[in-house]
């Protein structure tokens, strides 16, 4: 995938570039089923998952030879980087392979560095700390966690800063490529109901976790850039989801911190 798009301002949230474009796991799906119909001609049984199974997509990468696995828990390819959808297929037939002559980070911190909830080091990944993971939980987040939240949905701070990205020549796939979508309006998001958001952005992989998610970001989003004028329309959504318990400690601790800067 190519960088992130330019930024529309304080107004929008962005979404993590792997969510760009067609929902990948519908798109390697299509893909990778069409495989396996080849496959049943030769009488050679198969199976496949894209992200949604037992199977690590990551480690099978690595057993592959398709690269390492760096301090910021990406698969890095020698041509491409970090920046791969991951799918995996299963067949009953042998295959030969030519393993990826060996690499490391070296001794580059940078994502280490960079990573704003120190998530990452050079011996574990505190997932419950990631940024990327957060913006997907459906769970009581600690206000500090959550005064760090940059992105609608994910997060791309370890691979932006990431050496083995410069001077990839990612390739172009027009099913993948950025659009509107890529940049959601909070306050449009806001007080768009959520079937009317899961209807609208049902092609991408950011609803995978449901319109309500979203919201709790769009939230956090509107506290840390203070945007203060939005303040009743964050004590309306808080209201509305008061019965959702995960959504609501969420949003109490927003619209706190919200009005002890009114």
């Known amino acids: 995938p190519d960088t992130q798009a330019s930024n529309k301002g304080r107004a929008f949230g962005y979404v993590s570039r792997y969510a760009h474009g067609r929902d990948y796991h519908l798109e390697f799906e299509s893909r990778l089923k069409a495989v396996q119909t080849a496959l049943n001609t030769h009488r050679i049984k198969s199976t496949y998952q894209v992200d ?3 199977i690590d997509e990551r480690f099978a990468a690595l057993l592959a030879g398709l690269g390492y696995l760096g301090h910021n828990q990406f698969l890095i390819h020698p041509t491409y980087g970090t920046h791969l959808y991951l799918g995996i297929l299963l067949l009953d037939a042998p295959l030969s392979t030519s393993p990826y002559h060996k690499d490391d980070c070296g001794d580059c ?3 280490i560095q960079a990573c704003p909830t120190d998530a990452l080091s050079q011996t ?9 993971y957060l913006s997907q939980a459906k769970a009581d987040i600690d206000l ?3 005064k760090k939240f940059n992105y609608l949905f994910g997060c791309d701070i370890c691979q932006d800063v990431c050496p083995k990205n410069d001077a990839i020549n990612p390739v172009k796939r027009a099913v993948f490529e ?5 940049q959601i309006h909070l306050e449009t998001l806001l007080k768009m109901s959520n079937k009317a958001i899961m209807k609208t ?3 991408y992989a950011f609803t995978w976790r449901g319109a309500t998610v979203l919201k709790r970001n769009a939230l956090a989003l509107l506290m840390n850039r203070n945007m ?6 964050v004590e309306m959504v808080a209201k509305t989801y008061q019965h959702v318990p995960w959504f609501s400690l969420n949003a109490e601790k927003i619209v706190t911190e919200m009005r002890k800067k009114a």
């Not at 574990?124 to 990327?132: A, E, G, I, K, P």
């Not at 950025?178 to 890529?182: G, L, V, W």
């Open 228 to 233: 203060q004028t939005h303040l009743p329309l």
């Open 201 to 203: 952005y049902k092609n």
């Open 124 to 132: 574990t990944y505190h997932v419950s700390r990631c940024l990327s």
């Open 144 to 146: 500090a966690y959550l």
């Open 52 to 54: 949604k199974g037992f």
């Open 109 to 111: 911190t940078r994502c």
């Open 178 to 182: 950025s659009d509107d979508a890529a």
